[in-house]
């Protein structure tokens, strides 16, 4: 089973999350878009969910849902992933969807029991995270897109409320981003 996937910025490989078999599989891909299976590594932390790909492709970030924890992983010339350091425990219970600005100076995870947004900053000369923000979205936080200006960060809630429109479950929540 393969949860979240990211396509490197030079589109020579691809990386998806195993969340069954807690592991990463990557692909190379040929001038005409198919596939080939290259290889796994371990993914660091139990279930991972999300991937995303910082915007210089030095780095793969994996949410890991049963651990609470994000693995960083550097990517060689070669597409090779080798683990940084130990995965970093978040605050998060159940991490899942994660997306890069595309500056590549934060970092956004979903927590989609509790509705909450956790933002990073990145370090791109390192690959390290810290701890920015927190901030309420909605029930089924899951899905994010931040616009092209880095301005404005967009939370899908799967599961939240609409108070002008009751009969209708889900909406989106927008934030600033400073």
């Known amino acids: 089973f393969r949860s979240g996937i990211a ?8 990386y998806a999350a195993n969340s069954r078999d807690n592991s990463i599989s990557t692909f190379s891909v040929a001038l005409d878009g ?7 590594t371990p993914s660091g932390g139990s279930s991972p969910n999300g991937a995303a790909i910082d915007p210089s492709g030095q780095y793969l970030l994996v949410t ?14 070669s ?3 080798s683990l940084i350091g ?8 159940n991490p899942t969807e994660i997306r890069f600005t595309h500056s590549g100076q934060f970092v ?3 927590d989609p029991g509790v509705g909450e947004v956790t933002g990073f900053s990145f370090n791109a000369s390192n690959g390290q995270l810290t701890y920015v923000t927190v901030v309420v979205s909605g029930l089924g936080a899951d899905a994010l897109a931040v ?22 479950i889900g909406n989106i ?3 600033s981003i400073d």
């Open 7 to 14: 396509l490197l910025p030079s589109k020579k490989f691809l």
């Open 34 to 40: 198919t596939l080939a299976f290259v290889n796994t």
């Open 64 to 77: 890991n849902a049963l651990t609470n924890s994000i693995s960083v992983f550097g990517i060689s010339a």
């Open 79 to 81: 597409g090779a992933l």
């Open 86 to 93: 130990s995965p970093i425990t978040t605050n998060l219970n």
């Open 108 to 110: 956004y995870v979903t």
């Open 147 to 168: 616009d092209a200006t880095d301005q404005y960060l967009y939370v899908a809630n799967v599961s939240g409320s609409n108070p002008q429109y009751p009969n209708i």
């Open 173 to 175: 929540s927008g934030f």
